[in-house]
């Protein structure tokens, strides 16, 4: 009797054997044999990449490498050891190191083999880079370690050692030009995976695209989710070393006009503005708010004689606005001071602080702005020695002459600020000016009414490229009119009773103002968008990362 299983397998061999055309149909006697010598090529083209591949192998294995031991990469670094030995820095190398051997820890920026002999790698720390050449020898360096160098993955950090060398040309693609690091020893500190973009990419000046539109963009949602990486351009490096020196020149300035620094909570049992813009938290069993501003703080300082105050410091504003210049977390410069028999001495120490950091800046930091300017050109900011100071009538009327439909009390919007920083500029020369009296309507309840004026206030906005970047105003002081005007902005007392309880026991005269740290670097370098001089932005649509 016949095996069923072994007919299947018959009859499924004989259906191999069987080669269908594209038509579906078997192919002839002529087509099976032009298939068969395609086939016999194909195979015999194979046989031949394998035996020089297997010849090549050979060769390399003996070839010795000379270099093992000078090449590779090293354990995790869990402070095992400690040598002491000085590692360099490559923005410390002079002519003065040449034929010396230095040692240094840098990231490869770029690495490229030039024929089977040598390799260039572009070394980088922080913004500085230098040009390393790997030259194979018959002792020292082998083509092993050639390979090596030239497949480490860019932005992985190394340990190099090298001798100092005069360089044969100028090296125009990297800032150290005169000298070259003749490569002796190379290691991997901390490999890098593939990047979501390259650094290139991401530091392509925009005049670029213009003349190249097919270039790549790095997106700025990207840059943001990706924020490590981006941070690690020059740009970037520039940017947030002069955000460090706005805070450095405005401690700096303060300090020498005896202010204290302080530290205030963030979170509070009431909001500190008394809007609606505040976020809430569970606290316990209870509610919580994130601060809006220190400014209740400030304040209770100036009742406990402190007299001068300044603070840096995180604000949390629950606006769910989608602009270029507002987020949800930013950092805010706040100051606060007593004064003898006017407010405007606080305007002439705002005048001081403000053509000090702007002076600071333009002079401390002229290197940075240069390095931002070969990405995104700017035209140099303007102010003048004796900041401008306007009052809020005059901007209307320059407003209403320029064709701006608005009543006299009516707060400024986003546009009507832009079209007021345009004329001022035009007017004036300046991108920077005060902006004095606004109305008392569109301010906060702890501003002080003007008494010879109904209807406006003793306070002030600053303006930089017609964007608003400070406001503040002189106190109420007075513990009953404090509370009238809490009430009459709605505002239980009870809820800010701690606040109000400190100007019952006597308080001086006194006013302050908060400065946005972000917007002031973005209208400063005009980035046009407040999440390019913020680290890690919060607004409406992003937490993280």
């Known amino acids: 009797m016949a095996d069923p299983a072994a007919d299947v397998a018959d009859v499924t061999n004989r259906m191999e054997e069987i080669i269908l055309g594209e038509d579906g149909k078997p192919l002839s006697k002529s087509a099976l044999k032009k298939l068969e010598k395609e086939r016999e090529k194909e195979r015999k083209k194979a046989e031949r990449e394998a035996k020089l591949a297997a010849e090549k192998a050979a060769r390399e294995a003996a070839s010795p490498d000379y270099s093992v031991g000078r090449y590779g990469k090293l354990p995790l670094n869990q402070s095992q050891e400690r040598t002491g030995r000085e590692r360099r820095k490559i923005e410390d ?63 992985s950090l190394v340990l190099v050692e090298a001798k100092v060398v005069k360089a044969l040309q100028k090296v125009e693609s990297c800032t150290i030009q005169e000298l070259e690091l003749q490569i002796e020893r190379l290691h991997i500190i901390s490999e890098a995976a593939r990047l979501p973009f390259t650094l290139e990419d991401a530091s392509r000046p925009e005049t670029e695209f213009e003349k190249d539109p097919v270039l790549v963009r790095v997106k700025l949602d990207t840059r943001l989710d990706n ?80 007299e ?130 606004f109305p008392l309507a569109v301010r906060p309840f702890y501003t002080m009414p003007d008494p010879s004026r109904p209807g406006y206030s003793n306070s002030y906005d600053f303006f930089m490229r017609g964007e608003e970047i400070l406001s503040g105003a002189q106190r109420i002081h007075d513990a009953d009119f404090l509370q009238e005007r809490a009430k009459e902005h709605q505002i239980d ?33 005009n980035l046009g968008n407040i999440r390019k001089t913020s680290l890690f932005p919060r607004d409406p649509h992003r937490l993280g990362p």
């Open 93 to 155: 190398l002079t002519q003065n190191d040449v034929d010396q051997t230095v040692l240094l820890s840098a990231r490869v920026q770029t690495s490229r083999p030039t024929g089977s002999k040598k390799c260039f790698i572009t070394f980088r720390q922080k913004t500085v880079t230098v040009q390393g050449v790997l030259t194979v020898d018959e002792n020292t360096i082998s083509k092993h370690m050639q390979r090596f160098a030239a497949g480490i993955p860019v932005e």
């Open 227 to 306: 924020r490590p990486i981006d941070l690690r351009t020059i740009t970037n490096h520039a940017v947030f070393r002069m955000q460090h020196g706005i805070c450095k020149l405005f401690r700096e300035y303060l300090e020498q006009k005896n202010f204290v620094e302080i530290h205030t909570p963030k979170l509070l049992g009431a909001a500190s503005e008394g809007g609606a813009n505040v976020f809430k938290v569970q606290y316990f069993k209870e509610s919580a708010f994130l601060a809006q501003s220190p400014q209740f703080y400030k304040q209770m300082m100036i009742t406990s004689d402190y």
């Open 308 to 437: 001068r105050v300044f603070e840096i410091g995180p604000v949390f504003r629950a606006e769910n606005s989608q602009t270029h210049r507002h987020m949800t977390e930013f950092v805010g410069l706040d100051l606060e001071m007593s004064f003898d028999e006017h407010y405007h001495e606080v305007l002439d120490l705002f005048d001081g602080l403000f053509v000090h950091i702007l002076d600071g800046l333009k002079t401390r930091y002229s290197a940075e702005i240069e390095v931002v300017k070969r990405q995104y050109p700017f035209e140099d900011f303007m102010f003048l020695p004796k900041t401008l100071r306007l009052e809020y009538a005059e901007a209307v009327k320059m407003l209403k002459e320029a064709g701006v439909q608005m009543g006299d009390y009516d707060d400024l919007s986003t546009e009507t600020e832009r079209v007021l920083g345009r004329l001022v500029k035009e007017k004036y020369g300046t991108d920077f000016f005060m902006l004095d009296k």
């Open 493 to 525: 007392p009870v809820t800010i009773q701690p606040y109000l309880d400190a100007f019952k026991y006597g308080a001086a005269p006194h006013a302050g103002g908060g400065i946005g740290l972000e917007r002031v670097l973005m209208l400063f370098l």
